[in-house]
T-cell receptor
Framework: DAGVIQSPRHEVTEMGQEVTLRCKPISGHNSLFWYRQTMMRGLELLIYFNNNVPIDDSGMPEDRFSAKMPNASFSTLKIQPSEPRDSAVYFC???????????FGDGTRLSIL | AQKITQTQPGMFVQEKEAVTLDCTYDTSDPSYGLFWYKQPSSGEMIFLIYQGSYDQQNATEGRYSLNFQKARKSANLVISASQLGDSAMYFC???????????FGTGTRLQVFP
C-alpha cells in the first residue's frame, strides 16, 4: 500500500515568495494532519482535517498560513508571503480514525532565504 | 492541558542489549492514546507502537514493548536485542479526550554501538 505522499521533498525559495506544500493521504484515511518540526519548538500540529473539514487550526502561526483539503485524497498547505522563520520540516500525516496510528509522509524540508 | 515529558535527551546501548526509553504523560481525560515514533537521521517519522488508556495488557510489536503504568502515568518504550539500525530519535506522543491531534515529547536520541 502506498503511504502518505508529500511533495516537494525539498524547497528552497526567497523570502516573500509563495510556497505550496502538497499531501496525498493514505486511501481510506479520514483524518489528515499538518505538523511542523523545528529544533527550537520540536513537533507541533498546525491544522487537522476530518472528512475534509478543518477541525482545529489553532496551531496555524498566522494569517500567512492557509490549508485546504478539497477532496479526500489531496491537501495543500500554503505560506504567502514566506519568511525565513518559516524554515522547517513540514510533515503531513493521516489516520483511519481516532486512536489509530497516524502515518507520516517523508516531510518537506523548507528553506526560506 | 496535556503534556508529554521525555527526560532523557540521549541514551547509549550496546548492540544486542535491551534499552528503556522513558516517557511520562499528563492529562485529565480518562480516555487517551499513547504512541511511540522513530525518526532516523533520514528524517521520516515511523510509527512503532500504540497503547490505549483502557487496554489491560501492555502493547508489544516485535522487539518493541510499551511498559504502561497507568497510576504512575508512564509509558516507557522497551527495545529488546538492540540493533545498529535502532540508532535514531524516539518520540513519545499522545492523543487525549476527543482531540485527534498528537502531542509530542521532546524526544530521546538513542545511539547503539557495536
Amino acid at each position: 500500500d502506498a503511504g502518505v505522499i508529500q511533495s516537494p521533498r525539498h524547497e528552497v525559495t526567497e523570502m516573500g515568495q509563495e510556497v505550496t506544500l502538497r499531501c496525498k493521504p493514505i486511501s481510506g484515511h479520514n483524518s489528515l494532519f499538518w505538523y511542523r518540526q523545528t529544533m527550537m519548538r520540536g513537533l507541533e500540529l498546525l491544522i487537522y482535517f476530518n472528512n475534509n473539514v478543518p477541525i482545529d487550526d489553532s496551531g496555524m502561526p498566522e494569517d500567512r498560513f492557509s490549508a485546504k483539503m478539497p477532496n479526500a485524497s489531496f491537501s495543500t498547505l500554503k505560506i504567502q508571503p514566506s519568511e525565513p522563520r518559516d524554515s522547517a520540516v513540514y510533515f503531513c500525516a493521516s489516520s483511519r480514525q481516532r486512536d489509530q496510528p497516524q502515518h507520516f509522509g517523508d516531510g518537506t524540508r523548507l528553506s526560506i532565504l | 492541558a496535556q503534556k508529554i515529558t521525555q527526560t532523557q535527551p540521549g541514551m547509549f546501548v550496546q548492540e544486542k542489549e535491551a534499552v528503556t526509553l522513558d516517557c511520562t504523560y499528563d492529562t485529565s481525560d480518562p480516555s487517551y492514546g499513547l504512541f511511540w515514533y522513530k525518526q532516523p537521521s533520514s528524517g521520516e517519522m515511523i510509527f512503532l507502537i500504540y497503547q490505549g488508556s483502557y487496554d489491560q495488557q501492555n502493547a508489544t510489536e516485535g522487539r518493541y514493548s510499551l511498559n504502561f503504568q497507568k497510576a504512575r502515568k508512564s509509558a516507557n518504550l522497551v527495545i529488546s536485542a538492540s540493533q545498529l539500525g535502532d540508532s535514531a530519535m524516539y518520540f513519545c506522543a499522545m492523543t487525549s479526550g476527543s482531540a485527534d491531534k498528537l502531542i509530542f515529547g521532546t524526544g530521546t536520541r538513542l545511539q547503539v554501538f557495536p
